[in-house]
C-alpha cells in the first residue's frame, strides 16, 4: 500500500519561501507521478505541480509558474516543493498525492485520476 506524508508546511508573510516535502513508501516501481495540490476554504483542491519520477520531467499550473520547484530525491523517496515569492492567496491545505497515469497539467484538474493522497500541511501566508 502507497503511503504519502507531507511536512514542511507553516506560516509565512508575503514574498516569503517554505519548502514542502512529501515522503513515499510502498511502491513496486521507480517511474509514476507524484503531484502537489492545493485547497484552500470554500474552494476546490486544484493542481499546482507534477513531476515524473521516471525522467524528472515536471509539469506548473500558471499561477505558480517561476515561484514553485518541484523536484525529487530518489533516493529518500521524497518529492519537494519549494515556494518562493509567496502571496497571500497560495494560504492552502497543500496535498501530494501520487498517480500511475498522467502527470500534465490536464491530469492535474482532474483529481479523480491520482490515486494516493497524503494527509495534508498547511501553507498560511500573510500580507
Known amino acids: 500500500q502507497v503511503q504519502l506524508v507531507e511536512s514542511g508546511g507553516g506560516s509565512v508573510q508575503a514574498g516569503g519561501s517554505l519548502t514542502l516535502s512529501c515522503a513515499a513508501s510502498?511502491?513496486?516501481?521507480?517511474?509514476?507521478?507524484m503531484g502537489w495540490f492545493r485547497q484552500a476554504p470554500g474552494k476546490e483542491r486544484e493542481g499546482v505541480a507534477s513531476?515524473?519520477?521516471?525522467?524528472?520531467?515536471?509539469y506548473y499550473v500558471d499561477s505558480v509558474k517561476g515561484r514553485f520547484t518541484i523536484s525529487q530525491d530518489n533516493a529518500k523517496n521524497t518529492v519537494y516543493l519549494q515556494m518562493n515569492s509567496l502571496k497571500p492567496e497560495d494560504t492552502a491545505m497543500y496535498y501530494c498525492?501520487?498517480?500511475?497515469?498522467?502527470?500534465?497539467?490536464?491530469?492535474?484538474?482532474?483529481?479523480?485520476?491520482?490515486?494516493?493522497w497524503g494527509q495534508g500541511t498547511q501553507v498560511t501566508v500573510s500580507s
Open positions: 498525492a501520487a498517480s500511475y497515469r498522467s502527470c500534465t497539467t490536464a491530469a492535474m484538474a482532474r483529481t479523480a485520476m491520482w490515486t494516493y
Open positions: 510502498g511502491y513496486t516501481d521507480s517511474s509514476h507521478c
Open positions: 513531476i515524473y519520477t521516471g525522467s524528472g520531467f515536471t
